[in-house]
Each structure stands twice: as C-alpha cells, then as structure tokens.
C-alpha cells in the first residue's frame, strides 16, 4: 500500500470526450457546466477540442465555448487536437495546454485518421514543436492501449513503443487510454510497470472506460503503482462509440468519491461536484450511468 499517493489530480474529461459522445448541446450549457466545473476545486478541464465541425459538430462552438467560460488561475484548461492544424486553432485561441491522440493500434488509427500509428507520430512531433514553439504544453494520448474494437489485445511492447517515441519527439507527458474499457487490474499492472520502469519520471496519466465495470478497480491498480493523475467525465457522461448503450467514462464523482475515504486529497467538494453531475444529466437529457449521483455519497443518511 505504501506507494499509494496521498493526493491525486482529476482531469475533467465531460466538458469534451463526454459531451462529444452525446447528442449536441446548446453552447450556453456547456459554458455553464464548464463554469460549474470549475467551480468544485477541480484543478484540470478538457474544456473543448478542435476538430473539423463537419467531422464532429458536437465540437463546432469550440471558440465560443473558450472565449464564454470564465478562466480562473487555479484551474489548467486544455483541448484535443486531431493535428496540426486543429493545433493551430487551438494555440491562437490561447489553450495554455493541448492534447494530441494516436492510436497504439494501426487499424484504429487508420479507421480513425486514415493513416498508420507510425505516419501520425510523425505529425504530432510537429504538433509538439509548434506548442513548443508558442509555450504550450502537449501532452499525447495514446488510444487502445489496453485493446482494440478492430484487431483486440494491443500488445504492452507496442504501447509502450509509441510512447516512448511520442517521449522521444518531446510530448510533455503521457496519457494511456482505455479507449473502448477493456482494462482490468492485471493489464493495468503490466502497462504501468513497463512503462514506469521506462520512464520514471515522465507524467503520466491514465483514461479508462467503465465500459465493463472495471473502471474504478483499475484506477485502484494505477494508484498502487503511484500513478496520480487520472480522468473522469461528470456524471460518467459520454458513451462507447463501438458498444451502443454502454458506458464511457469513470464518472468523476464516483472516482472522488472512491479516493476521498482512502485519504487521497483531490481538492474537489464532492457535494459541488454531485449538483454538476446533476446538471449535466439534465443538459443531455438522459439518465447518467454514475452511481453516485444516485445514491449521494457513502454517509448520506436517510431522515
Ligand atoms: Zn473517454
């Protein structure tokens, strides 16, 4: 137990990842969950990406959403970036952090950007120049890590052979995602290792999917490896684009609320963070699969 931290840094993925998996919502919504996000203590956002509108028109009012939410100090906002030239979107409207993804899977990435694994490292060490360039961070997502809709397991070597050459290129930091929620404690376990034994120092934070109801457990892996940065999405909106009807997203709440009673500081009122998650179920328009949202938390009493 003893390499579990004492403080974590939750990444709020619902603003993004969860909204862009949800039917469209109106951008004064998403200003106002965002703003209510903020709100709660939470300390790092995914507030936006910049796509091709026509690709994902979820995404289409990036800029407005940007320039609309308030920005306090405390919190560090970033964006996804599918390449280059969203990147450039995203540095002129001032991101102070980007996120760019690859897939460790060939035949993911090639559904998904129509290039190989390999042609997209090659352009995101452009993307990392340019924030570089511009003092912004970059941080690369690597997608399937843990498996693959199209091809299944994604061997722990590959993974980790994109992130090294992501690490190599100057990624800021790393992030393995559990893209279609096919981690459990013991694939945890082994990509973590080999990746830390690696890097020991690199930053790394970790996405996984409750896809199979295994989302909260593999958190518990991550943090026995000291892992402490993880995301979540409020109310565990977002969905699985390859499993309709399934799960996304670890609902943030549910990880706070997991992590508080171990004595892991996160920061966030877990209250604030219960109305948000309210909230977004309300702007979706649909019920949110977290639990915690409808149970309340642990010590809630009954009258
Ligand atoms: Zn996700």
């Known amino acids: 137990m003893s390499d579990i931290p004492d403080r974590i840094s939750v990444r709020e993925v619902g603003p993004r990842d969860g909204l862009q998996n949800e039917k469209p919502v109106p951008t004064q919504d998403k200003i106002e969950l965002i703003d209510r996000l903020s709100a709660t203590g939470i300390r790092r956002i995914e507030a936006v990406s910049f796509v091709r509108p026509q690709a994902i028109p979820q995404m289409a009012d990036a800029d407005e959403v940007w320039h609309g939410i308030e920005r306090p100090d405390r919190v560090r906002y970033s964006a996804l970036v599918p390449n280059l030239r969203g990147a450039r979107r995203a540095l002129d409207a001032g991101l102070p952090e980007i996120e760019v993804v690859v897939s460790a899977s060939d035949t993911h990435n090639r559904k998904n950007v129509n290039r190989s694994t390999e042609e997209s490292l090659d352009d995101i060490a452009s993307v990392i120049d340019e924030a570089h360039q511009r003092g912004v961070t970059c941080q690369v997502i690597v997608a399937t890590a843990w498996g693959c ?155």
């Open 149 to 303: 809709p199209y091809e299944g397991d994604v061997p722990v070597s590959r993974v980790v052979g994109v992130a090294r050459r992501a690490v190599a290129d100057g990624a800021d930091s790393i992030s393995f995602g559990d893209t279609t929620g096919m981690a459990t404690p013991g694939r945890v376990w082994s990509l973590v290792g080999e990746f830390r034994s690696a890097y020991p120092d690199m930053p790394l934070n970790l996405h996984f999917h409750n896809t199979r109801g295994a989302g909260l457990a593999n958190v518990l892996a991550a943090l026995e490896l000291g892992v402490t940065d993880f995301d979540a999405s409020v109310g565990g909106l977002g969905g699985c684009p390859y499993a309709p009807g399934a799960s996304g997203n670890i609902a943030t709440e549910e990880l706070v609320h997991m992590v508080a009673d171990m004595g892991i500081e996160t920061g966030v009122e877990l209250d604030a963070l219960i109305d948000a998650a309210a909230d977004a179920e309300r702007i979706v328009g649909r019920e949110l699969p977290s639990q915690v949202l409808r149970a309340g938390p642990r010590t809630r009493t009954v009258h």
